[in-house]
């Protein structure tokens, strides 16, 4: 095969050159408008977004790695300084609590959906916790309504992780929706991307939204008057809210695309590769597999040409600078290793997916990935 035919993990490239046009006109407007940082694009898309998530208020922030430790900030104030999580969702909720002076536990994920347990956070509930992120992993929602029950009547708030599941909804409403709080990305190759780094804050409290507009400009509530502590500098740019708002509408539909892709990996997998469902609402931000080996199924799919990569190799506690004593993780331990995802994004061809799809049925056979594991398929 030469490199043309090459299945890349991602190809940003490939979005830019089909949007090209709409970008372009969207920078110009920001440049004849001479207006550059929290101005029209700015306030519009908030107002977009917001719309499109059924919440009150969306609150433009520079990353999603921000959006979750201005979130926590927001939340800070009570003697509590506990943040529970989980440890198999890339360490941005780690990253941000570090940031934010709190400290981080863990909580186990279920084998079948990659997300938090709820049946096991009660163990880790105590008076110290002040909010649990719930991460919508790989484009799935998490069980917000289980985690709220277990929550009961203490006052712990729940913030949502959406940076992998812009536009994902269920019966209860939309990512971002369900929480107190929710943190979002539009790096680049998030399912709503911006030319560079971009977050957002959704919520429909108000006082926590009021809070949050000032954390995110050094803590002013008024030009060069600070009301707020903890506040700094973290802002959405008007030339990537004026992409965002290009991208917005188009959402939706490129959800759709990710998860027939996905569907497609599930019906040509052969019982030794499990690929997570992407059902319903399901943003389909990434495809995941379950196999015995993910390197040698990595090594597989590289031999004929198509590209791979693993979410995540190292789960937070066991990453070095985080050293975590006691952390009881046997199900996001035994995942690790296991786990691999395959190219998924919108403007995939239907011949690489069915080059992928080919590589899965041709895997050599080996045990289903549950066969003498406690993890069940
Ligand atoms: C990408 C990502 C983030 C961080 O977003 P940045 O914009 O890169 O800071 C946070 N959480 C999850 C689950 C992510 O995938």
Redesign the pocket.
């Known amino acids: 095969m030469s490199s043309v035919d090459r299945v890349p993990f991602h190809d940003l490239d490939r979005s830019l050159k089909m949007q090209r046009e709409k970008l372009l006109s969207a920078a110009a407007t920001v440049v004849d408008s001479g207006w550059l940082v929290h101005g029209k694009q700015h306030s519009a898309f908030e107002a977009e977004f917001s719309a499109f998530i059924g919440s009150e208020h969306v609150i433009g922030v520079a ?4 959006a ?1 430790e201005l979130s926590l900030r927001a939340l800070a104030g009570s003697k509590r300084s506990t943040v529970v999580t989980v440890a198999n ?2 360490g ?2 780690t990253a941000a609590a570090i940031a934010a002076g709190l400290e981080v536990r863990y909580v186990d994920v279920d084998p079948r959906t990659h997300c938090l347990d709820h049946t096991r956070l009660e163990a880790a509930l105590d008076d110290d916790v002040m909010a649990i992120v719930v ?1 919508h ?1 790989y484009g799935r929602l998490g069980d917000v309504a289980g985690v709220r029950e277990v929550i009961g009547t203490r006052p712990i708030s729940i913030v949502e ?1 959406c ?2 599941a812009s536009g994902a909804f269920d019966a209860q409403g939309r990512a971002g929706s369900l929480g107190d709080l929710a ?1 979002f ?3 680049p190759t ?1 399912n709503l991307g911006a030319l560079g ?3 957002a804050i959704a919520t429909s409290d108000n006082d926590l939204a009021e809070r949050i507009r000032h954390l995110r400009q050094y803590g002013w509530i008024a030009k060069y008057d600070v009301g707020v502590s903890g506040g700094r500098n973290s802002r959405l740019d008007e030339l990537q809210a004026a992409f965002l708002r290009t991208r917005l509408p188009q959402l939706s539909s490129d959800n759709e695309r990710r998860r027939a892709i996905i569907s497609e990996y599930r019906a040509a997998a052969p019982p030794s590769i499990r690929v997570l469902p992407a059902e319903g609402g399901h943003a389909g931000h990434l495809a995941v597999v379950v196999t015995d080996s993910a390197q040698s199924l990595a090594r597989h799919m590289e031999g004929l040409s198509i590209g791979t990569a693993i979410h995540y190799p190292i789960p937070d506690h066991r990453q070095r600078a985080w050293k975590v004593d006691g952390a009881w993780l046997p199900v996001t331990d035994e995942l690790t290793g296991r786990v691999l995802s395959l190219p998924c994004f919108p403007e995939m061809t239907s011949h690489e997916v069915a080059a992928v799809c080919n590589g899965l049925r041709t895997y050599p056979h080996s045990p289903a990935p549950s066969d003498h594991r406690s993890v069940s398929p």
């Open positions: 990353s999603g790695t921000d979750l969702a890339g941005y909720t991460t992993l992780d940076a992998q943190a990305s539009f790096y998030k780094d971009g977050g």
